[in-house]
Nanobody
Framework: VQLQASGGGLVQAGGSLRLSCAAS????????MGWYRQDPGKERELVAR???????NYVDSVKGRFTISRDNAKNTVYLLMNSLKPEDTSVYYC???????????????WGQGTQVTVSS
């Protein structure tokens, strides 16, 4: 199983970016999917997550600006980030809690991380 993230980059404050993360491999089912971010020397923090029924949670600092969504047919999760601020600068990681056919076990998988830089 692999999670491939894309969509990061450099944007000016107030701009927008959309991150994508596609899961592939021996996947039976995916429950929660989410996006986290991590700054150097800090713990990884949850940004947003979406369950299999579409319910969502956001960290307070991004509420009203970020929107998480998923396409279950494509095993893909998205993060639309609007009104970006310099403090949103970080490495963003996608996560999926899924059932792997090859191991018959549920576990978390992580994407490789994508850099988002917001200039002031």
């Amino acid at each position: 199983v692999q999670l491939q993230a894309s969509g990061g980059g450099l944007v000016q404050a107030g701009g927008s970016l959309r991150l994508s993360c596609a899961a592939s491999g021996s996947i039976v089912s995916i429950l929660g999917m989410g996006w986290y971010r991590q700054d150097p020397g800090k713990e990884r923090e949850l940004v947003a997550r979406i369950s299999s029924d579409g319910s969502t949670n956001y960290v307070d600092s991004v509420k009203g600006r970020f929107t998480i969504s998923r396409d279950n047919a494509k095993n893909t999760v998205y993060l639309l980030m609007n009104s970006l601020k310099p403090e949103d600068t970080s490495v963003y990681y996608c996560n999926a809690f899924l059932l792997d056919r090859s191991t018959s076990s549920w576990r978390h998988y992580w994407g490789q991380g994508t850099q988002v830089t917001v200039s002031s």
